[in-house]
């Protein structure tokens, strides 16, 4: 059965989206700092639903393709490495240190633990759009 992927799509585009004003707008000096740090704010936030729908979609393509027990209950490492197996993505570690900067994101606010996400955010961005594509084309 062929996997609704649009909103995982939409997700990918929002933090490309977000990312690509952030980065064009990072130097302009007509903007407030609390302008640029509430356009952070947002790439975080699209960076967290991107996240969470990946590794959502990774676990339903599994389940509909692989087996729903392989996946069910598992640890997001070991979801990580059945995803590297069945070629979803290439990086076990990467995607766990996506995992990290996204739980430092839902715990608590600083400005490093922003500036981390935000980096990590701008990252992720082309593990997310791989990880779509190759998806798209394993969809039956």
Not at 14 to 34: G, M, P, R, T, W
Not at 75 to 101: C, F, G, T
Not at 124 to 139: G, Q, V, Y
Request: glycine share 2%.
């Amino acid at each position: 059965m062929a996997l609704d992927l649009s909103s995982l799509k939409k997700s990918v585009e929002a933090l490309e989206s977000s990312i690509n004003s952030f980065l064009s707008n990072q130097k302009n000096s007509s903007l407030s700092k609390q302008d640029l740090e509430t356009m952070k704010a947002g790439v975080i936030q699209n960076f967290e639903v991107a996240y969470e729908m990946c590794w959502k979609f990774m676990k339903r393509w599994i389940e509909e393709e692989v087996s729903p027990d392989i996946v069910d209950g598992v640890p997001r490492q070991q979801l990580y490495r059945v995803s590297a197996e069945n070629k979803l993505i290439h990086d076990v570690d990467l995607w766990m240190d996506y995992h990290k900067a996204r739980n430092l994101t839902s715990h608590t606010y600083n400005a490093g633990n922003a500036e981390s996400a935000a980096d990590a955010a701008i990252k992720f961005i082309h593990e997310a759009k791989d990880l779509l594509k190759t998806l798209e084309a394993k969809n039956d």
